[in-house]
């Protein structure tokens, strides 16, 4: 029962956020969702109604390096943490192949930290400015 209440008070937030977050051609939405064992993210632009660029943990291999290791900015203790860094980083780069560099940032209801922060960290280490 209470997983049921979590995932709708999750939906009501990310309404909220869906109000005010609006993607273009110019600057999409980069959209998280985030599962108990993966992370992805897509870069939407909400006009045509079209995925540009998308990234996940799925494809990276970082997944075999350390629990803990050292970024610019600090230190990413945990290794879910550290992949979603890395998939920031990865949409990041696909981004600015597509010469999209300014995004509009939409966290999906989950709450900054943990593992939403460490993609938006990457991303803009990456070169996406929000």
């Not at 006009?47 to 970082?62: C, N, P, Q, Y």
């Amino acid at each position: 029962m209470r997983r049921e209440i979590k995932k709708e008070n999750r939906i009501k937030r990310h309404r909220r956020i869906r109000a005010k977050a609006y993607g273009t051609a110019r600057a999409p939405r980069l959209y998280v969702f985030r599962s108990a064992k993966h992370i992805y993210a897509q870069l939407i632009d909400d006009e045509k109604g079209k995925t540009l660029v998308a990234a996940s943990d799925l494809k990276l291999k970082v997944k075999s390096q350390s629990t803990s290791w050292r970024t610019k900015t600090k230190e990413v203790r945990t290794k879910m943490a550290a992949v979603a860094y890395e998939v920031g980083k990865s949409i990041a780069k696909k981004a600015l192949e597509k010469k999209i560099e300014k995004v509009v940032f939409d966290r999906g209801g989950y709450r900054y930290h943990g593992k939403v922060k460490a993609l938006a960290d990457g991303a803009r280490e990456g070169g996406l400015k929000f």
